[in-house]
């Protein structure tokens, strides 16, 4: 860093003393020879002269704040942006950040906190009224002189709501105490951002505490999303109502139930100066969208960036002039938390296809050439197991019998015997696809890759590998690729049982962003993490995309066993069993010999209807408690036709035949001989089938003279 003390710029600013030092510039404090006074001249630090990003940040200060003039902003007077110095000269303000006086005075009386308040809304009002939401609002930024005017400052992030998108910044929010929800979510902002968090500060103000507090900096973004605050009056009783509640409706979590603008903030202010016993018709923490964000430990301690850190440290430290170091040091910590909503699902649509079973076949004979799986894209994982030939399938995933989309990756557990096999010099010459194939499928290795941030080594070439190159290793063990990479490495972190918003947080807090998100069956709770493609603790390039998977929320298909008595008809036939109308088992070619097989299928749930049918009918159904695993079972068998026969012989012909819930009723007729069955229900021709339990009812002829006769 150099240091320009004792210096003239441009031949007018005599650089005195630093006041200041932050993320990406210094401030110093220096003397203007041709307008005869003090200034604060924030210089862009050497590294980041070639980072367009930090370079774009900068710009976009000055030109924020260049537009703006009011009483209650830091005013920019001159502004250089050369090849090898860019700067900025500012108003030289004499006095301490509002952070140091909260931290000096601990809880602001009240009056003073709602005349602060009421500078910073009419600042606030002039930048929006010239398209410009701040985005970054918090007691770090505004500085207090000795009058008790309030001057707000760093823009560095603020957006130009009315102008082009490329004076955004995109990726950048405002730190995360402070931030509003639609911030923390990566949303669009408007200047009901700002006033969020004016209602933040304010409420530190009065409370002498932030409404959010914890370690962790993801956590904190997370209860924005998420947490309602104390309410004020609950830790200071003394407040009065009316504060209570222009504080509230200001924190309010949707944009639409705060206030619509400074100015109408500010005339709730200013309605309770006048008077403080005012109680306005507000209604707060009304759940009319349920949030569906839920609190979890699984973020705590998730890594963050440097940048974010150092944010932190911002907030705390003291400045070395007590005045434009404090205002400075928070405009470079910009918060890179960036939250970048990517809801990408996977598409839903097209037929799905029901996985085989591959187990115990060989993979090379019976699997790889094979074009009935050509739908199918295979992962090798080999194993050694010395109870299985070479090539033997031991498992696979997901299981035989599991619908899924054609092209899913099927991943085969091989078994590959052999002698240990050398990790040759080739694969240092070969790109990260082709080493990673080459382990896999040439060396039979399990390949995983990580990445190193290189200036010697080009882009995309191996570094390195772990054993290292030239050592043998034995088959079917794990080989680490070492790439080389032109951006920052960081650390994936583990989003396991993290909701997707907490996932994208903990995601973008180290630099990273979100892949595909798959939906699937689980235990777990819905919307929760179960599984990510990237294991945790990988080194990869920041704004690498990470896929992961989160539950459904249906608990995944278990196996049961379905007992099917076959058709006594001597021939091959089809069979189909349908779980809840779906067909979830087939074979084509079973032959029928009277006897009893029993399958398997999968599937979720209790008192779930199922079927089997062959050759197109029904021999049985039932239901399903996949939970239990118990079946249980309705035969359905050809149903006699008893009619002519005697009372007697009908109920053994029926009982033969399995039907045993027979019911008996009588009726004249003169023209039947009598005691024979003259009707039955349900009707049949000998080949009607109908379910064993189902209740037959068989009527019998009884004549004229049978029947008692009248007293």
Partial sequence: MDNFCGKRLDGRYEIQEIIGVGGMSVVYKAYDNIDDRIVAIKILKDEYLTNEEFKRRFKNESK??????????????????????????????????????????????????????????????????????????????????????????????????????????????????????????????????????????????????????????????????????????????????????????????????????????????????????????????????????????????????????????????????????????????????????????????????????????????????????????????PVANENYPDGTVVDQDPDANTKVKKGTKITLDVVTNHADVLLDESILNMTEEQAVNYIRNTLMLQPKVEYESRDDIDPGKIIRTDPAIGTSVPYASSVTVYVSSDKKTVKVPKLLNMTVDEAKIALNAVGLEVGKIDEVPSETEQGRVVSQETEFDTMVPEGTKINFAVSNGNKPDVTVNITVKLLNTQKEAKVIIYVDSDPKFEKDRIFQDNSEKTYQVEGSGSGVPYSVVIDGVKVQDGTIDFNTGNVTV?????????????????????????????????????????????????????????????????????SQAEQPANP
């Fill in 64 to 381: 924020a704040i260049a537009v703006l003039s009011h009483p209650n902003i830091v005013r920019v007077y001159n502004v250089s942006f050369g090849d090898r110095l860019q700067y900025i000269v500012m108003e030289y303000v004499d006095g301490i950040t509002l952070k140091e006086y909260i931290e000096q005075q601990r809880i602001i009386d009240w009056k003073e906190a709602v005349h602060f308040t009421g500078q910073i809304l009419a600042a606030l009002q002039h930048a929006h009224d010239k398209g410009i939401v701040h985005q970054d609002i918090k007691p770090q930024n505004i500085m207090l002189l000795h009058d008790g005017t309030i001057k707000v400052a760093d823009f560095g992030i603020a957006r130009f709501s009315r102008t082009d998108k490329d004076t955004t910044s995109d990726n950048a929010i405002g730190s995360v105490h402070y931030i509003s929800p639609e911030q923390a979510r990566g949303e669009a902002t408007d200047d009901k951002a700002d006033i969020y968090s004016v209602g933040v500060v304010l409420y530190e103000m009065i409370t002498g505490q932030l409404p959010f507090q914890s370690d962790s900096a993801v956590s904190v973004a997370l209860m924005q999303l998420q947490n309602d605050p104390v309410r004020p009056r609950e830790l200071v009783p003394t407040l009065p109502l009316g504060l209570e509640q222009i504080t509230m409706r200001a924190m309010q979590k949707n944009p639409l139930d705060r206030y619509r603008s400074a100015a109408e903030m500010l005339m709730d202010i200013n309605e309770f100066k006048r008077n403080p016993a005012v109680k306005f018709n507000y209604t707060y923490f009304v759940d009319k969208e349920p949030t569906r964000y839920v609190p979890t430990a699984g973020v705590q301690g998730t890594a963050v960036t440097a940048a974010e850190s150092e944010i932190e440290e911002e907030a705390q430290k003291k400045s070395v002039n007590k005045t434009t170091a404090i205002m400075i040091g928070a405009v470079s910590g910009v918060v890179v938390l960036a939250i970048v909503i990517f809801a990408i699902l996977s598409a839903v649509g097209g037929k799905k296809i029901v996985v085989p079973d591959f187990k115990d076949r060989n993979y090379y004979t019976d699997i790889e050439k094979n074009s009935e799986y050509k739908d199918f894209e295979f992962v090798i994982n």
């Fill in 634 to 702: 309705n035969y359905y068998d050809a149903l006699p036709d008893v009619r002519g026969k005697t009372e007697q012989e009908a109920k053994n012909i029926l009982s033969g035949a399995k039907f045993n819930n027979i019911k008996v009723t009588y009726k004249e007729d003169a023209t039947a001989t009598a005691g024979t069955v003259i009707e039955q229900k349900p009707a049949s021709d000998g080949t009607t089938r109908c379910s064993t339990n189902s209740e037959i009812t068989i009527v019998v002829a009884e």
